[in-house]
């Protein structure tokens, strides 16, 4: 079974892809879940982030979100200390979602796959790109956040090229500049590849 991991930057609509993935009967291991769900229910990790990054960030049991990520994505260090925690305890999670599975290939989504060197385990990528003025307005509409939050947010992910520059012949990059149907059109054809493969 095929190991493929799909990326892209914030609002480029790696969600969209995968739900398009699953649709076509592809398992999709969503890592950003995954690590909201561990930062709850693992014990060592909890222990760990309220170590790491201070009291109040778990307030009776319950992980304070907001306040986490102002202390984690507020400087590049920061968010590598985060990452360092959080990034292990996901990698050992999909290890085991990944065995239990059964089809063709599995999509491992998430968005820091280059910028954490998950790419090098994945048999293929999926890096999904949209511009950025584009990908900063549809984070906007959908999560209430201010145009600066969320350029702060950009910014804290590498650009588009310093990821493509990454791809192999064996990946595939999409393009969604243009309708949801598009991008559909697109996955539908790198998934009939990996079938191939």
């Known amino acids: 079974m095929l190991h493929v991991g799909l990326t892209g930057s914030i609002g480029s609509g790696k969600s969209t892809a995968a739900k398009a993935f699953e649709e076509l009967g592809i398992p999709v291991y969503y890592a950003d879940d995954a690590a909201k769900r561990l930062m709850t229910e693992s014990a060592p990790l909890r222990e760990a982030i309220e170590a790491e990054f201070g009291p109040g960030i778990y307030l009776d049991g319950v992980l304070q979100r907001k306040e986490l990520a102002a202390r984690a994505f507020a400087t590049d260090e920061a968010t590598q200390r985060i990452n360092a925690l959080v990034h292990p305890a996901v990698h050992d999670d999909f290890v085991a979602w990944f065995a239990a599975q059964n089809a063709p290939y599995a999509v491992r989504e998430a968005a ?16 999904v790109e949209a511009p950025l003025d584009q990908r900063v307005q549809r984070v906007m509409d959908r999560s209430g956040l201010t145009e600066a939050e969320v350029r702060q947010r950009i910014a804290r992910q ?18 969604n500049s243009g309708s949801e149907t598009q991008l559909r059109e697109q996955v539908a054809a790198v998934d009939a590849e990996l079938r191939r493969r």
Request: proline share 6%; hydrophobic share 40%.
């Open 158 to 175: 590498w650009p588009d090229a310093q990821k493509r520059a990454l791809t192999t012949p064996r990946d595939f990059i999409l393009d």
């Open 112 to 127: 820091i796959l280059f910028e954490s060197g998950t790419y090098q385990t994945c048999d293929a990528v999926v890096l």
